[in-house]
């Protein structure tokens, strides 16, 4: 027991400067008091020393397990606080220093504020996430055309690990061009739904059927969102597309009963009351597909009353194509006549009131070909106008040299008589127009050549060659100058020979021989020797025989104008008037010569 002492009188000592010293010392009193034995007293002593080690060590172990816990609870909180920072993109939390010092506790209490600040930071960035993707998904469902969406955001899987703002970012990049797409989407569709609402008020049908056909939620009279799938807007742009097409089909039909209607009115002369019930229709022809856009413009209706109408004129045309075939043939004949061209022969017209009568030609056909030939007729008549002026000219010129030859050949033309003095001043401005005829028929020859081999063809005047004419007329004008020549020239020969009778039969009063020249100066020989007769007979054989020559070259360009093709109407022609008149002048050289 001894061995027990000091250390019990130590612990003792030591107790009793606590709590327990005191109870221990209280123990003693009541032990001494007793009369407890030494033994006795140091066995409950030990027994009191190991409960007092027991409950040290709970208490010990209690704190290990705390601290432990401590150490613990401040390494997960670090943990999750840097898995935070590193989920949330952030590299740190401001207010919070990166190295902490103090007790467990002091650094627990000092992370937790700033672990629950970044716990709310994760649950406001995940709401953030799922709001984003339930949008995403919504708009692609939208999309995808799928009619049943499920929206609760237990569907939505947000993943925890990355919920940066970078990542954040590309969500909302990512809604934002689904919203593009979709806004895209729905301007398609309300274009293409436009534009069924134009054309079936073009083609007067119902666009609310068609437009439901396509999808219901296309009308807005069901009050739900928009199919915008991409099996909507094929389907809506086939629609559009058939329509047009029908539009373009309609459109082409009208064109075609248009320019019926138009032909048919011109051809029987509609008057414009009976033409302004389809002037709707006519209206189109000169119109797109584009360009139409007035609602009920294209229906089946218009369409049916025009076909109506066409059919009706048809059945009119049959029994007036006869007098419109007559009236066309008869304006041709008139542009070819006051032109002098040539035009079809009577044979061809009544071959082709035959097929008229028959029904075997088409009656379109036949009129076409007629405007056709009224328009070469017009073409070519513009093409011989400048010459056709320069023609008739000439004709009033050779008028002029005609009246002029005939005056000159008047021995009266210097009487005093009534209207003297009127020829006299007519012949001065007949000479001043006759001597320009030779300028204006050369004139007239270079412009017809030109004309010739511009057209390849021969310039026809009256059916007859205009070259040959002019060609002609300068050999008759040249005839007779050439007879004004031996004229002047037998007159010489006439004046030579009465001087040398004069001579043979002696000289006679000078008066008999002036009175004698005189007059064969002027013509007369009847009063002359027989020797003097033989020589006027012999000049006016002479003028005769020029004159044969020049009816001869006549006859022949009218038996060129023969063989050049029997004609379909009869006219008077003018070129046999002119070469009977261009004889009768030549006719006149016989006589004296005019002053």
Request: charged share 30%.
């Amino acid at each position: 027991m001894g061995s027990f002492q000091s250390p019990i009188t130590m612990r003792s000592s030591a107790l009793l400067e606590t709590s327990c010293g005191y109870l221990l010392q209280e123990l003693q009193l009541i032990w001494d008091e007793v009369g407890e034995d030494q033994f006795e007293r140091e066995k409950v002593l030990l027994d009191l020393e190991q409960e007092c080690l027991e409950v040290y060590r709970r208490k010990v172990d209690r704190a290990n397990i705390s601290r432990a816990r401590l150490h613990q609870e401040l390494a997960e909180s670090e943990a999750e606080f840097t898995h935070l920072l590193l989920s949330l993109g952030e590299r740190s939390l401001p207010g919070r220093p990166e190295k902490m010092s103090g007790t467990l506790k002091v650094q627990l209490d000092s992370i937790t504020p700033a672990l629950r600040e970044m716990r709310l930071r994760k649950e406001e960035r995940v709401n953030q996430f799922r709001a984003v993707q339930a949008q995403i998904q919504k708009i692609s469902a939208e999309i995808a055309g799928l009619s049943e969406y499920d929206d609760s955001s237990k569907t939505i899987v947000v993943n925890e690990n990355d919920l940066s703002l970078k990542k954040l970012e590309e969500y909302q990049t990512e809604l934002q061009r689904l919203h593009n797409e979709k806004n895209d989407r729905l301007q398609r569709v309300e274009k293409y739904i436009g534009k069924v609402h134009n054309l079936s008020a073009i083609l007067g049908m119902e666009s609310s059927m068609i437009i439901t056909k396509v999808h219901p939620s296309l009308n807005e009279l069901y009050g739900i969102s928009k199919n915008i799938s991409d099996n909507i807007l094929a389907k809506l742009n086939s629609t559009v597309e058939s329509l047009e097409e029908e539009k373009q089909k309609r459109l082409e039909k009208l064109h075609h009963l248009g320019k019926a209607l138009t032909n048919l009115w011109n051809l029987m002369d509609t008057p414009y009351g009976d033409r302004r019930r389809f002037s709707h229709v006519t209206s189109l022809l000169s119109s797109s597909s584009t360009e139409v856009s007035k609602s009920g413009s294209l229906t089946h209706n218009i369409i049916e009353q025009a076909e109506a109408e066409v059919k009706r004129l048809d059945q009119l045309k049959a029994s007036k194509m006869k007098e419109l075939f007559l009236k066309k043939q008869n304006e041709l004949e008139g542009i070819c006549n006051n032109s002098h061209m040539e035009i079809p022969s009577q044979s061809e017209m009544d071959k082709i009131i035959n097929f008229i009568n028959s029904g075997e030609m088409d009656h379109a056909d036949l009129l076409t070909s007629m405007d056709e030939q009224i328009s070469r007729a017009k073409e070519e008549a513009s093409s011989r106008k400048a010459i056709m002026e320069k023609v008739e000219r000439w004709i009033l010129a050779r008028d002029e040299e005609r009246w002029l030859e005939e005056y000159s050949t008047d021995e009266n033309r210097y009487s005093v008589s009534r209207g003297a003095h009127r020829n006299l001043r007519r012949a001065e401005k007949a000479r001043v127009i006759v001597n320009k005829i030779p300028a204006l028929v050369d004139s007239l020859i270079a412009k017809t050549k030109v004309w010739e081999e511009e057209r390849n063809k021969v310039f026809l005047y009256d059916e007859v060659p205009l070259l040959a004419m002019l060609e002609e007329y300068n050999m008759l004008r040249q005839e007779r100058e050439e007879e004004k020549q031996r004229q002047r020239e037998n007159k010489k020969v006439q004046v030579q020979v009465v001087v040398e009778q004069e001579n043979a039969f002696g000289s006679r009063p000078s008066t008999s021989s002036r009175r004698i020249s005189n007059m064969s100066l002027n013509g007369g020989f009847n009063n002359a020797s027989p020797l003097n007769r033989r020589v006027s007979l012999g000049i006016q054989q002479l003028g005769s025989n020029s004159i044969n020559s020049a009816t001869q070259g006549i006859s022949f360009v009218k038996e060129g104008r023969k063989s050049h093709g029997q004609k379909m109407f009869s006219r008077p022609s003018l070129v046999s008037q002119l070469r009977d008149e261009t004889a009768s002048v030549v006719s006149t050289f016989s006589g004296p010569i005019s002053p």
